[in-house]
C-alpha cells in the first residue's frame, strides 16, 4: 500500500480519503477494498519516515482535513519501485505444502486437498467472471487485473491435474 499511494500522490496533493477513493476506482470491485484507517495508517508513516509531508487545511464547515504531498525522497523511493521487477515465485505455496506434508500426517488425503482446493479455484473463477460482467468495460485496469487473475487461476488448476497424476501414479 505504501508504494500505491506514494504513486497515486505523484499526480498532486490529495487527502486519505480522496486516496481511499482513487485506488477504488482505478482498481474496480475485483481488488479488496482499503480500509481507510489503514491508508491513513500508512499515511502516517510515509510521513514519518519523510516520503510525503502534510499540511493541515481549514474548512468552514468541517474539521480540518490533512492534505498529502510526495516530497523528493518520495519521488526518488517511487522511481526505484518502477524500476524493480516483480519477482514473486511461488514456491512457498501454502497449499503444496500441506499436500506434501499429508502423507505424513494421516490427517488428510491427498486427492482429496487437490479436489476441495480445485472446488475453491472454479469457485473464484466464477465469481470473477461476475465481477468482470458487472465492472464498467471503460475501466480497463480493472478488466486487466480480473483477466490476469483468472489467467493464474487457470495455471493453478492445470498445476492441480499434473499433480493429481502425479499422485495417482505413485499408488
Not at 481507510?36 to 500508512?42: N, P
Not at 491427498?110 to 472454479?122: D, E, F, S, T, V
Request: net charge negative; proline share 4%; charged share 30%.
Amino acid at each position: 500500500m505504501r508504494l500505491s499511494l506514494l504513486a497515486l500522490l505523484a499526480r498532486g496533493p490529495a487527502h486519505g480519503y480522496e486516496l481511499k477513493q482513487d485506488l477504488e476506482q482505478l482498481l474496480g470491485a475485483a481488488y479488496p477494498q482499503p480500509n481507510v484507517g489503514q491508508i491513513y495508517v500508512t499515511l502516517g508513516r510515509l510521513e514519518k519516515s519523510g516520503l510525503i509531508a502534510g499540511e493541515e487545511v481549514e474548512q468552514s464547515s468541517r474539521p480540518n482535513k490533512k492534505i498529502y504531498h510526495l516530497t523528493d525522497a518520495g519521488r526518488e523511493a517511487l522511481r526505484a519501485w518502477y524500476e524493480e521487477t516483480a519477482d514473486e515465485p511461488r514456491v512457498r505455496d501454502e497449499f503444496f505444502m500441506k499436500l506434501a506434508l499429508a502423507p505424513q500426517t494421516g490427517l488428510a488425503d491427498q486427492i482429496a486437498l487437490i479436489n476441495k482446493q480445485r472446488r475453491q479455484y472454479l469457485n473464484t473463477m466464477r465469481d470473477l467472471s461476475k465481477l468482470a460482467a458487472a465492472e464498467s468495460r471503460d475501466n480497463r485496469i480493472s478488466q486487466l487485473l480480473i483477466e490476469g487473475a483468472m489467467l493464474h487461476l487457470q495455471a493453478d488448476l492445470d498445476w492441480l491435474e499434473r499433480c493429481q497424476e502425479e499422485l495417482e501414479e505413485l499408488e
